[in-house]
C-alpha cells in the first residue's frame, strides 16, 4: 500500500524563485494575472496563462516544476491546486507573487 503523502502546492519565496533562476534550474513559471496587469509589471521569463500556455503545460510530465504567480498570491494559488488536480506534484506557488518580487527580488518591476 502506497503511503506517499498526497502532493500539495508548496509556498516558495520570492528570493527562492529567484535562486532557482540563477543555478540555471529549468521551471514552468506562470502568469495567472491580466494582460493588462502584465503589462504594468512582470517577471522576466514568465509566461502569461493564456489558452495556448494551459494546453502547452498540459502536454508536460507531471513532474514538471511549476511556479505560479499573481498580484500577491491567492489567484496563483487557485492556478497551482487546479494544476495539482491534473496530476502535478510539483507546483509551488509565488508567496506575496509580483509585488513580493518588486520589494524582495527586483525594485525595478513596478509596484500597483
Known amino acids: 500500500m502506497d503511503q506517499s503523502p498526497t502532493p500539495r502546492v508548496q509556498q ?9 533562476m540563477d543555478r540555471g534550474e529549468r521551471f514552468e513559471l506562470i ?32 513532474g514538471t516544476t511549476m511556479v505560479f504567480q499573481c498580484h500577491h498570491g491567492m489567484r496563483s494559488q487557485a492556478a497551482a491546486e487546479y494544476f495539482l488536480r491534473l496530476g502535478f506534484r510539483n507546483v509551488h506557488n509565488l508567496v506575496g507573487g509580483i509585488d513580493a518580487w518588486s520589494t524582495e527580488v527586483d525594485r525595478s518591476v513596478p509596484r500597483y
Open 31 to 62: 502568469d495567472v494575472r491580466t494582460e493588462q496587469e502584465r503589462a504594468v509589471a512582470s517577471i522576466e521569463g514568465s509566461e502569461l496563462l493564456d489558452d495556448t500556455v494551459h494546453d502547452r503545460l498540459l502536454t508536460l510530465d507531471r
Open 12 to 20: 516558495i519565496a520570492a528570493a527562492d524563485v529567484k535562486a532557482m
